[in-house]
């Protein structure tokens, strides 16, 4: 089966085709419209929805293309349904039901979320259910016990900002453009952990994170050092180091309670912040005989339509279509 995907819940138009017969992705698209937003300071909604419907038709061209299959060969088409910005939602949702209808292939709507936690699924190295996920992206942070296809328990949720959001605000404090996480990232590398910040919730016994103390107190140690003269280059690395350990230490260390409060031995880092280089090392150095590891690649670590296809496909083989409303309610009630 040769299902179309397509994602604009937010700042991404992206376009994929999934073989699954193959777990293998035939072609994918990604148009960022990063450019359109920086000069804002972030996501201006109306400016991302009229950007989707210019981009998706000449993205959905070149997918075929580089797939080489005509729409013909196409047996379904996955959606992002939400969450998301409603008007950027509402163009690919439209463009899947019109497609549909077109064609007369059957469309599916598809959980954001739920994409971003099947992702992993789509590397050779798949994890087998059941399994503990991570989700860290801009908006969320989530622990999820993953015992099959739609069947999910929320273990932990965080209590304010999400780990992605943390990133950008901490980044924004540094002068870094939106979104920050990346390039945050990127200055830590080269510098040196030397403040002392808080570890958000590093002594509570739940599953549940909280990171607004964290990015108050990296706030406020940035305008500290900032107060006399403006700050060195290496000054921001190393605060952009100070602060990523923080988050990272707190990631890792819930991410590995879970793991053994559960007694599972699989644990799966999604989202956008699961393309972070620390967490992943950090992680990765974790893996022992008892403990498997699995992240997607770093492109599909943030948004892209790969995972939606790859969600899709899952689902249209077992005869779910938008006909069949279940499906629609189900992943939000469970890890929403
Ligand atoms: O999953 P995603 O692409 O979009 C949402 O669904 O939210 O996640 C985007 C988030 C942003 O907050 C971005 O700054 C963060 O992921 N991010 C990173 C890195 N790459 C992306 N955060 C830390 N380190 C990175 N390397
Ligand atoms: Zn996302």
Redesign the pocket.
Known sequence: MIVLGIET??D?TAVALYDNSKNEILAHELYSQVNLHAQYGGVVPELASRDHIQKLLPLLDTCLQKAKIKKEDIDGIAYTAGP?LIGALMVGAALAKSLSFAWNKPSIGIH??EG?LLAPLLEPQKPNFPFIALL?????TLLIKVNNLGAYELLGDTLDD????A??KT?KCLGLPY????????LAQNGEARFKLPIPMGNSNNLDFSFSGLKTAARQLIEKESQNALLSHQQKCDLAASF?KAIITSLVHKALAATKKTGLKRLVI??????????RNQLNEAQNKNLEVFFPRLEY????AAMIALVGALYLQKGLTDQNLEIQTFARKSIC
Do not use: I, M, Q, Y
Request: aromatic share 2%; with cysteine.
């Open positions: 819940s937010c991404e998301g954001h979320l971003h860290v992206s801009g908006g969320h999400a780990a992605g959001e990133f950008d980044a979104p920050g996480g990346k390039a945050l990232s990127e990523e999604s989202g956008g912040v699961s393309a972070n280089r620390l967490l670590c943030t948004d892209n």
